[in-house]
């Protein structure tokens, strides 16, 4: 149980267009998910937290404009990249957490963004 | 920055040997938890340790957090080299929803 899927695991895109990325908890409601991203050889940078049917809640220095969040369900979140520069090329990770009071995440496998 | 740090960045050992890598943190937290990645992959689950908890092992993993020194320690015994990986240590804090902030990571490499 506790499975968290991303879609697509690759994408590669071209500068100034747009890219989605999916996240869906396939077996649990999850009333909270979050976004992180990853450059090569470094930790998970904390972009944003999506609650369900509310405005996500981004972290300092992240454009929410940029990275538009939705969590239109209790079992998928979105993150679209809008308009994106080859500095966006990163590794995306989303999780969920379940609705249940407990902290537990689980972590879906990750989204690897290649902007040209 | 809430954000850990871990030490050392990089480990390399031979298989049988024991790993150690360290974790420090900034504030109080509610829990630590540590994770484990392989190059390019999501990340796995390892353990949790709960502020009023001193120590916890699972299998080969042992988990030390000290409050007061505002630190943990995670030791894996008997390493072989399928432990090969990078590892996270992550805390989350009272009324933060439960969002995680992750400290730097350990690169672990275990010679076969």
């Known amino acids: 149980g506790a499975v968290v899927s991303q879609h697509p695991s690759r994408v590669i895109c071209k500068s100034g267009t747009s890219v989605k990325i999916e996240c869906r908890s396939l077996d649990f409601q999850a009333t909270t998910m979050f976004w992180y991203r990853q450059f090569p050889k470094q930790s998970l940078m904390l972009m944003a937290t999506?609650?369900?049917?509310?405005?996500?809640?981004?972290e300092q220095g992240v454009e929410k404009d940029k990275f538009l969040i939705n969590h239109a369900s209790l079992t998928l979140s979105t993150l679209t990249v809008t308009s994106a520069h080859p500095e966006d090329s990163s590794f995306y990770i989303c999780s969920a957490q379940p609705g249940t009071g407990a902290y537990e995440q689980y972590f879906g496998p990750g989204t690897r963004l290649t902007v040209t | 920055s809430q954000q850990g740090e871990e030490d050392p960045q990089a480990l390399s050992i031979q298989e049988g040997e024991n790993a150690t890598m360290n974790c420090s943190y900034k504030?109080?937290?509610?829990?630590l938890q540590w994770y484990r990645q392989n190059s390019g992959r999501g990340l796995v689950h390892l353990i949790l340790?709960?502020?009023?908890?001193r120590e916890k092992h699972s299998g080969r993993l042992r988990v030390t957090l000290d409050t007061s020194k505002k630190s943990s320690s995670l030791l894996i015994t008997a390493s072989r080299a399928a432990d090969t990986a990078s590892y996270f240590c992550a805390t989350d804090f009272y009324n933060q929803g439960g969002k995680l902030i992750f400290g730097q990571g350990t690169e672990l490499s275990v010679k076969p």
């Open positions: 999506s609650n369900e049917g509310s405005k996500a809640t981004y």
């Open positions: 340790i709960r502020s009023n908890e």
């Open positions: 504030t109080s937290i509610n829990n």
